[in-house]
Every structure is written in C-alpha cells, then in structure tokens.
Antibody, heavy 116, light 112 residues
Framework: EVQLVQSGAEVKKPGESLKISCKASGYRFTSFWIGWVRQMPGKGLEWMGIIYPGDSNTRYSPSFQGQVTISADKSISTAYLQWSSLKASDTAMYYC?????????WGQGTLVTVSS | DVEMTQSPLSLPVTLGQPASISCRSSQSLVYSDGNTYLNWFQQRPGQSPRRLIYKVSNRDSGVPDRFSGSGSGTDFTLKISRVEAEDVGVYYCMQGTHWPRTFGQGTKVEIK
C-alpha cells in the first residue's frame, strides 16, 4: 500500500528556518516524482515544486523558486521542503503528493504556523 | 503559467440531483505524447485532497461511477450524476502538461 506520511505540525517565529518531511512507503521511491502543494488558510491549492528522487532533478513554480528548497534522501525514502527564513505569510498547510503529470497519492499534510 | 479557470465557484445542489463543474485552461493541455494531463481532485472538509479523475476521464479505483470527466483541448467538465451527502467539499482541476503545474481556484459543492 502506497503511503506518504508527513512530519507533525510546526509553530515557528519569523526569520527561523524549518525543514518538514514526507516519508514514502509501499513503492519504489526513486521511480516516482514527489511534489509539494501549499494551501493557505481558507484558500485553494498551489503547486510549489517537484523532485525526482532517482536523480534529484527538481522543478519549481516561479512563485516559489528561491523561497523554498525541495530535496530528497533516497536512503530513507523521504522528501523534504525547507525554508531558510520563514515569514508570517508562509503560514499554511503543506501537502506532499506523488506524481509528475498527476498527484495520485497524498500525505496527510503538515500545518506550519509562523507567528511572533 | 497556464491559468485554470473553474466555474461556478460555488455550487449548491439538491441531494440526488446532478452537478457539473467546468474547467477551462488558457492553453491546450494536449502534450507532445498525445495525452491530455487534466486531473480532478476532491477535498472534503478537514481532509487531504484525493484524486478522482486523471487524463481527463479515467476514474481512480474506489471512486463511485457517478463521477465522470470529459473534455478536450482547453475545455473540461466534471459531472456528478446524482449528488450524495458525502460529495460535499471543494473540487479542483489541475493540469499536468505544462510547467509549472497549476490548479483551478476550486468549486465548493454544498447541499441545498
């Protein structure tokens, strides 16, 4: 059974760094792209970027390029989304999901709250 | 970016009645391999999104057959033949043809 299990909710202050994770199981991690999707409070879904764990090839939406970093660790079948300096506007639910032309399996979401 | 425009944004429906959601893209979603990568997702309140339809009209395993997808090029439709209470939520289209991938604004389906 394919599963994507994300790390728990985070509360951070503006300017702090953060790395959230998405652990995959039930399939060959290196053979499928994994993407990240943002959902701000009460808003719609926004596609952020995607990584192919097999070779770490990464594509970003221009809206998120330079604002976040997507990475993956093949040895533990885990993808990551990280920020070097959080802003209040980064407060949102973040989902990981599998796929390049589609998103067939989704994680449960990680709520990130940034507040002073 | 390819813009995905859904309508309506709010859809009150009577139980047992049909519902239809439109999704239009600003560019053709036909890829060079001949496939059209248009997806539909359902997000129930408090839940993660769930894929319903991929490549325009392919229903995911476990998705009731009252859900159907159709369309081509830039114009796509998700239909629910008879709305049930469990169908309440927000529905999104997403294109997987062009970079970056983009979602529609979402259509909120509620029961009248």
């Amino acid at each position: 059974e394919v599963q994507l299990v994300q790390s728990g909710a985070e509360v951070k202050k503006p300017g702090e760094s953060l790395k959230i994770s998405c652990k995959a199981s039930g399939y060959r991690f290196t053979s499928f792209w994994i993407g990240w999707v943002r959902q701000m409070p009460g808003k719609g879904l926004e596609w952020m970027g995607i990584i192919y764990p097999g070779d770490s090839n990464t594509r970003y939406s221009p809206s998120f390029q330079g604002q976040v970093t997507i990475s993956a660790d093949k040895s533990i079948s885990t993808a990551y989304l990280q920020w070097s300096s959080l802003k209040a506007s980064d407060t949102a639910m973040y989902y990981c999901a599998r796929g390049m032309t589609t998103l067939d399996y989704w994680g449960q979401g990680t709520l990130v709250t940034v507040s002073s | 970016d390819v813009e995905m425009t859904q309508s309506p944004l709010s859809l009150p429906v009577t139980l047992g009645q049909p519902a239809s959601i439109s999704c239009r893209s600003s560019q053709s979603l036909v890829y060079s391999d001949g496939n059209t990568y248009l997806n539909w997702f359902q997000q129930r309140p408090g839940q993660s999104p769930r894929r319903l339809i991929y490549k325009v009209s392919n229903r995911d395993s476990g998705v009731p057959d009252r859900f159907s997808g159709s369309g081509s090029g830039t114009d796509f439709t998700l239909k629910i033949s008879r709305v049930e209470a469990e169908d309440v939520g927000v529905y999104y289209c997403m294109q997987g043809t062009h970079w970056p991938r983009t979602f529609g604004q979402g259509t909120k389906v509620e029961i009248k």
